[in-house]
């Protein structure tokens, strides 16, 4: 069973184009959440997905940053204009349905806005 | 101040020493995660707890909920155990994923 796939793992952007990040749960895995961590600081809630449906966006920036889990395929992460302060590694975590604690992280996309 | 607390912030050990990791929280919690980040940045979840005393290996976790404390310990430390040891509380009554998470302890682990 593989575990939570991201790619790309690194990725370099310039200064207002889009970013695309990927995340491919773990098998049977309904629920994905979506994690920023910034230089020098910790991890921080972005969002959390099941299938078609945000059910928690409270950390998303209000603007430039969208994210879905569509029925078929992995869940993007999507930032548009991209800007230096985005710099940063993107966690995406995923947990079976019914096992609400559990948690299995992705290697992570490290972003770079020059 | 933030809702969730390390100490230390950072820590140097001899290989085979004990050591502790101390996590302290000041919000209702669910649940509570222990994750590691190596070097090269990717995590590990090592233990999810709600109450009580989990041991796997040389990692033992243990939490008290009426003190809003939680400690990761390490026996017998080797060099390998040198990451980042991140500690995250699910705050009751917030969405499952929405997890707070410590600044982190950085533990190198000298042979």
């Known amino acids: 069973n593989a575990g939570v796939m991201q790619n790309p793992r690194h990725l370099v952007r310039r200064r207002g184009q889009e970013a695309r990040l990927r995340c491919s749960p773990m098998k049977g895995h309904s629920h994905v959440y979506w994690y920023r961590q910034l230089p020098e600081e910790g991890l921080k809630f972005m969002v959390y997905l099941q299938k078609e449906n945000i059910i928690d966006e409270s950390g998303m920036p209000k603007e430039r940053f969208s994210a879905e889990f569509p029925k078929e395929g992995p869940s993007i992460l999507r930032i548009q204009q991209v800007v230096r302060g985005d710099s940063a590694a993107y966690f995406c975590a995923s947990s079976p349905l019914g096992q609400k604690y559990e948690q299995y992280f992705g290697p992570g996309t490290r972003l770079t806005v020059t | 101040k933030n809702e969730v607390e390390q100490s230390p912030q950072n820590l140097t050990a001899q290989e085979g020493e004990f050591i502790t990791i101390n996590c302290s929280y000041s919000v209702g919690i669910s649940a509570l995660h222990w994750l590691q980040q190596h070097p090269g940045g990717g995590i590990v979840s090592l233990f999810m707890?709600?109450?009580g005393k989990k041991k796997h290996g040389r990692l033992i976790a243990t939490i008290n909920i009426q003190e809003k404390h939680s400690s990761l310990h390490i026996t017998a430390s080797h060099p390998r155990d040198s990451a980042v040891y991140i500690c995250a509380v699910m705050n009751y009554g917030g969405s499952q994923g929405n997890l707070i998470f410590g600044k982190g302890t950085k533990l190198s682990v000298k042979p």
């Open positions: 707890l709600s109450s």
